[in-house]
Structure formats: structure tokens, C-alpha cells
């Protein structure tokens, strides 16, 4: 009899432990898919200023044509990569894609504000000060809301890593989260100079 209340004690504490190691590994799952979501919010009202920033553009930059066409395409390819990383942040290859899109768009945009340069009239105008302004400060949420993504990430796959985080998350099939990476060249890998 006592060897039966021991071995259902013993079943007990495994069983609460295994409930325990899985709720904690649900949890950080969950911080960094809401992570996820801060970036995805911060460039979301990137896209949004990038039209408005190319509209006040066009009418300066009228030879520049192919710069703002390739920045709107840029911003458009961001935007269906961030729709799929949306959809399921621990997709690895959806976070590898909007990574590499968002390299193609800041190196775009660094282009057309470096040829922006060049047109005294459109450094002056209000609204273009007032959209570089909102775009700088935006970049820099993004910035920080992507170090918060990556420090929730790697405590999330250390815990599904380490023992024995590890033997629950293999029998629940939790999969490792992907770390949001530079993808750009060294020549892209310089900060956008937004001055105006």
C-alpha cells in the first residue's frame, strides 16, 4: 500500500513538472510572437510613410524616377514578406525573407535620401522635414522592438534547448524561433542618413 502512495506521488510531481516545463516553454513562445508583433506594428507605419515620403519626393526629383520606383517596390516587397512573418513568426524561412526585404528597402531608401541631397527646395520642404522626422523616429522603434525580439527568441530556444526544456518540446514539437539577422551588404549595412 505505501509503495502504491509513493508511486502515485512520484507520478504526481513528474506529471506536475512536465506541466510545469511545458507552460513555461508555451510562455516564452508567446513573448516572442508578441514581440514579433511590435516590430510588425513599427513597420507597418514605416510603409505607410514611405508613399508619402516618394509622393513629396516626385515633384523635386523628377529625374529620379527610377530611385523612387524602386523604392516603392522595395516597400511593397517588404510588405508581403512582413504579411507571411506575420502570420507565424516561428516560420523560419518568413522571417529570413522579411530580413532580407527590409535590408533591399533600407538600402533603397538610403539611396533616395543620399540623392535627395541634392535638391536644396525638397531639404525645405515642411512636410518632407516633418515625414523624415516620423521615419527616424519610427526606425529607431523598429530598431529597439527587434532587439526585444531577439532577446525574447533566445530565451525561448534556450529553453527548448537546455534540459529538460528539451524533452518536452520535442514531445510537444515546439520548434526553435529564428532570429532576426542583417542580411546587407556592408555597403547597405550603413545607417540611412535622414537629414533634411
Excluded at 512520484?10 to 514579433?36: E, H, M, Q
Excluded at 534540459?163 to 542583417?182: D, H, K, T, W, Y
Aim: glycine content about 6%; hydrophobic content about 45%; aromatic content about 8%.
Amino acid at each position: 500500500m505505501i509503495a502504491l502512495i509513493v508511486l502515485l506521488v512520484i507520478i504526481a510531481v513528474l506529471v506536475f513538472w512536465v506541466i510545469g516545463v511545458y507552460n513555461r516553454l508555451v510562455t516564452s513562445r508567446n513573448r516572442f510572437k508578441n514581440a514579433f508583433s511590435q516590430i510588425d506594428i513599427q513597420l507597418k507605419r514605416r510603409y505607410d510613410l514611405i508613399p508619402n515620403l516618394v509622393e513629396i519626393a516626385k515633384g523635386y526629383m523628377k529625374h529620379e524616377r527610377e530611385t523612387l520606383e524602386a523604392v516603392i517596390a522595395a516597400r511593397n516587397q517588404a510588405v508581403t514578406a512582413n504579411t507571411k512573418a506575420s502570420v507565424d513568426p516561428s516560420d523560419a524561412g518568413a522571417v529570413q525573407q522579411l530580413a532580407a526585404a527590409e535590408g533591399t528597402l533600407t538600402a533603397s531608401l538610403g539611396k533616395m535620401f543620399a540623392l535627395s541631397e541634392s535638391y536644396p527646395d525638397l531639404k525645405a520642404n515642411q512636410n518632407m522635414m516633418q515625414l523624415t522626422e516620423e521615419l527616424t523616429g519610427t526606425e529607431n522603434k523598429i530598431a529597439f522592438s527587434r532587439q526585444a525580439y531577439n532577446d525574447s527568441v533566445m530565451q525561448y530556444n534556450i529553453g527548448i534547448e537546455q534540459f529538460p526544456g528539451s524533452v518536452i518540446a520535442n514531445m510537444f514539437g515546439f520548434r526553435s524561433g529564428e532570429l532576426l539577422q542583417a542580411t546587407e551588404s556592408a555597403e547597405e549595412r550603413k545607417a540611412i542618413k535622414v537629414s533634411f
